[in-house]
């Protein structure tokens, strides 16, 4: 059984080596001639081939290689141009600010007359003729106080004035009767005086009519006393009847002066105490008072007299002339601050008492100081410096000492001179001795 497998198995591989050679015998039957048509070329036609070889090597080289050696040469030089090139840097000239100085401080508006109405008289409001908003004129009636206790009063002083003036009278009537009693002593002294020095008398008898004349001198000049005094007790019960009339008086509450009522704190029926009981607040606003705080640094640029700008924030658009109407003459040494009190007139009413304005003074300095950008400014541990570029190119710290600081700008007071050249915004690459190309810009002056 094994022998017939193995036997089929190579009759069978020996099949497939008769058809494999049969297939290679049919490929090549039609190319049997093909080694005899190679291509054997001749020495000339391998010395063209080389030949044109080389020369397109060479076109390659030529027009590749070379022109990246140039392209490589330019980059070297203008890179090594760069680094020969000094930096150029943006600078200005320092310039003098404008010779009008400007100062905004914020103040309170307030009234230029305003005054606290209490009541004078002990009593109960029995009218009230105003409110908050009302304009009054000087002398208009407000309101009116009833005060029974102080008419009784008055009504009490009447009558003594009258009792007084009664007792008066009762005086003077005793000394007209006293007087003539006195003119009949007298008389009647000197006769009993003629008698006894005649003799016809006793001496007795005329030192009694004698002792009556005296007795009657004195009487007299008692009733005289008597009549000093009626008259003196008049002129008191007069003075406090007057006393007591302009107390009441006071019953009838007037306006002091012309403006307008900005506070109303009682109302009809009211208990009102004479000296404590507030009634109303008047205020003049035809011209109104801004107090200002001028701090120390600019407080001497400010004069009676100067003109001044009034801005509040609820009328943008819209300002309003004043004139500083007095000063302080004195720093607070708390604030260090002057106090400024700037008149506005105010006739169509616009401003009120109570707001909150900025007021905007002007002057004009002899000196102005310097002005810089403020982002020349270099802050570092050695103080405040600016970049200053010298005739040489070369740049220089410069320390200054900084005055006013306007956002943007910068008042220099010492430092610099005007038509120096400085660097607007440094940075940090601004260093000591270092080359640069400037290039001027501009900057703006103080308005």
């Given at each position: 059984m094994r022998?017939?497998?193995?036997?089929?198995?190579?009759?069978?591989?020996r099949r497939e080596n008769l058809d494999l050679k049969r297939?290679?015998?049919?490929?090549?039957?039609?190319?049997?001639?093909?080694?005899a048509r190679l291509w054997h070329p001749s020495g000339t036609t391998i010395w063209a081939i080389f030949l044109g070889a080389a020369v397109l090597v060479t076109i390659a080289f030529f027009a590749g290689f070379v022109p990246l050696q140039k392209r490589r040469a330019v980059i070297l030089t203008e890179a090594q141009d760069q680094q020969?090139?000094?930096?150029?840097?943006?600078?200005?000239?320092?310039?003098?600010?404008?010779?009008?100085?400007e100062l905004e401080l914020p103040g309170n508006i307030q009234a230029v007359?305003?005054?606290?109405?209490?009541?004078?008289?002990?009593?109960?409001?029995?009218?009230?003729?105003?409110?908050?908003?009302?304009?009054?004129?000087?002398?208009?009636?407000?309101?009116?106080?009833?005060?029974?206790?102080?008419?009784?009063?008055?009504?009490?002083?009447?009558?003594?004035?009258?009792?007084?003036?009664?007792?008066?009278?009762?005086a003077l009537a005793n000394y007209e009767q006293g007087k003539s009693s006195t003119d009949l002593a007298k008389i009647t002294a000197e006769r009993w005086s003629s008698l006894s020095a005649r003799g016809v008398v006793s001496k007795q008898e005329n030192d009694q009519y004698q002792a009556g004349y005296r007795t009657q001198v004195a009487a007299l000049q008692s009733l005289e006393k008597a009549i000093a005094a009626q008259r003196s007790n008049i002129a008191a019960s007069e003075s406090n009847l007057a006393r007591l009339q302009k107390l009441q008086s006071y019953r009838m509450v007037k306006a002091p002066f012309d403006g307008i009522v900005t506070l109303r704190n009682v109302d009809t029926g009211a208990l009102v105490n004479a000296g404590s009981t507030l009634?109303?607040?008047?205020?003049?606003?035809?011209?109104?008072?801004?107090?200002?705080?001028?701090?120390?640094?600019?407080?001497?640029?400010?004069?009676?007299?100067?003109?001044?700008?009034?801005?509040?924030?609820s009328m943008p658009g819209r300002e309003f002339p004043g004139t500083v109407a007095r000063t302080a003459n004195s720093l607070d040494p708390n604030t260090r601050t002057l106090l400024v009190e700037v008149?506005?007139?105010?006739?169509?009413?616009?401003?009120?008492?109570?707001?909150?304005?900025?007021?905007?003074?002007?002057?004009?300095?002899?000196?102005?100081?310097?002005?810089?950008?403020?982002?020349a400014l270099i802050s570092r541990g050695d103080g405040p410096r600016v970049a200053v570029v010298r005739a040489d190119h070369t740049v220089h710290l410069q320390p200054i000492q900084i005055g006013r600081d306007y956002g943007d700008r910068l008042e220099v007071l010492s430092g610099l001179r005007?038509?120096?050249?400085?660097?607007?915004?440094?940075?940090?690459?601004?260093?000591?001795g270092l080359k640069v190309d400037p290039v001027f810009g501009a900057i703006r002056e103080n308005k």
């Open positions: 022998n017939t497998e193995s036997e089929s198995a190579e009759e069978s591989l297939q290679l015998q049919e490929l090549q039957g039609p190319h049997s001639d093909l080694p020969q090139t000094l930096p150029r840097v943006e600078v200005v000239e320092v310039e003098r600010s404008s010779r009008k100085s007359t305003e005054a606290p109405i209490l009541a004078r008289a002990n009593g109960y409001l029995l009218h009230r003729m105003v409110d908050i908003g009302d304009r009054v004129k000087a002398g208009q009636l407000l309101a009116e106080i009833e005060a029974p206790e102080l008419d009784e009063q008055v009504q009490q002083a009447q009558a003594n004035l009258e009792q007084a003036r009664a007792g008066l009278d009762q009634l109303f607040r008047i205020g003049q606003t035809g011209t109104l008072r801004t107090y200002v705080n001028v701090p120390q640094l600019h407080a001497s640029s400010i004069h009676v007299g100067q003109a001044a700008r009034l801005t509040v924030s008149q506005v007139q105010n006739g169509d009413g616009a401003l009120l008492p109570g707001m909150y304005a900025q007021v905007a003074f002007s002057s004009t300095r002899a000196d102005p100081p310097l002005l810089v950008p403020s982002v005007q038509g120096d050249t400085i660097i607007p915004n440094p940075g940090d690459a601004a260093t000591e």
